[in-house]
C-alpha cells in the first residue's frame, strides 16, 4: 500500500489485514474438537473436564490483562468471585434461570473491573502488584467476616439452578456440567479472541510493548487499561459464575489470594499472551493437581511448586510459546534450500 492509494484502496487492504489475524488454522480447530472428544473417552472425569474449562477460562481472563495489556495482578480472584457470588445469590433469591444470571455476573464483575482500571491507570511495577493484591484482601476479608450474608467458611447455602434451556438438569455425574462450561468458554473465547485481533487488541499489544510510542501516535493509552480491565473482569466473572453453577455452592475461597495464584501459575506454565495458554496450563495443573493428591495429599503442591521451576528454567515463555517457536525454527529448516 503506497501513499498515493485511494481511501477506499487503504480500507480494503486494512480489513484484509485484520481478516487475515481472525482466520482460524487447524490446530486452533483440532483443539476444540478434542476438548469437546472428551466427553466420549472412556471412563472419562467429566467433573473435573469442566474444572478445566472454568479455569481455562479464568486463566484467559488474566491473560487479557498480562499478556496482551502487560498488567501483572495478584488480587484477579476478586472479579471471579463477584462473579461466583452474583450467580450464587441468584440463585438462592428466585432468579434460577442459569444464562441470564451468568450474564449478569460478568455485567457486575465488569462494572467493578472498570472501576478498578480507572484506580490503578497511573500506577505501574510493584505498586500495581500491590495495589491489586490489597483490593483483593479487602474484598475477601469482607466477605469472610459477613457471615450472615455470604455464610462465612460454610458457604452460601440453598441455591438452587434449573436446567440449561430447561431442558438439561445439572447432575452428580457433570454430564450437563460439562458441555454447559464448554459452549460458554468457547463462545467467550470466539469473541476474546475477535477483540484481541481488533484494532483495539493490537493496541493493547502495542502498549505493552512500548506505552510511550504509543502515547505519540495518538493511542488513548490509560482509557485502554480501564477497558482491558472490565474485559478481563467480565471474563473471570463469567468462571466464576460457571464455578458456583455446575457446584451449586460459593464459599470465600474463591476470593483467596490462594485463587490468584494458582491462575498465575495456570498462565505461566502455559504461556501467557497467546489465548490458550490458559487452558494447556489449566490441563497440566488440574490433572497433575488431582494425580499428585491422590498419591500424597499432604505434600501435593511441593511437585507443583517444583513444575513450576522445571518450566520457568525450560520453557521460559511458557509451555505454548516454546512449542510454538520450536514449529517455526522446524518449518524454517524444512524450507529452506
Known sequence: MSAFDSP??????????FASLSRWNIFEILFWLALAGLYFWPHADLVLMSQIFIWGL???SLDVLLGYRGIPSLGHAAFFGIGAYVAGYCGKFGWTEPISALVLAMLVAAGVGWLTGKLVQRVAGVALLMVTLGLNLILYDLVHRSTEITGGDDGLQGIVIDPVLGLFRFDIFGRTAFWYALIVTFVLFVATRAIIKSPFGLALTGARENSRR???????VEGDVSRA???????????????TQTTQFVAPSSLSFQRSAD????????????LYGGFIGALIFLFLRDWLA???????YFWIGLLLVLVVSFF???ILPTIEDFYTRWRGRRGAP
Not at 477506499?8 to 484484509?16: L, P
Not at 498465575?264 to 502455559?270: A, R, S, W
Not at 491422590?294 to 501435593?300: D, E, M
Open 229 to 243: 480491565f472490565a474485559l478481563a473482569a467480565a471474563l473471570a466473572g463469567a468462571a466464576g459464575a460457571l464455578l
Open 316 to 318: 521460559r515463555k511458557g
Open 263 to 274: 491462575v498465575l501459575v495456570i498462565l505461566i506454565i502455559g504461556g501467557a499472551g497467546r
Open 214 to 220: 504509543m502515547i505519540m501516535l495518538g493511542a488513548p
Open 294 to 300: 491422590a498419591i500424597s495429599p499432604v505434600y501435593w
Open 8 to 17: 477506499e484502496q487503504r480500507a480494503a487492504s486494512g480489513t484484509g489485514y
Open 58 to 60: 479464568f486463566a484467559m
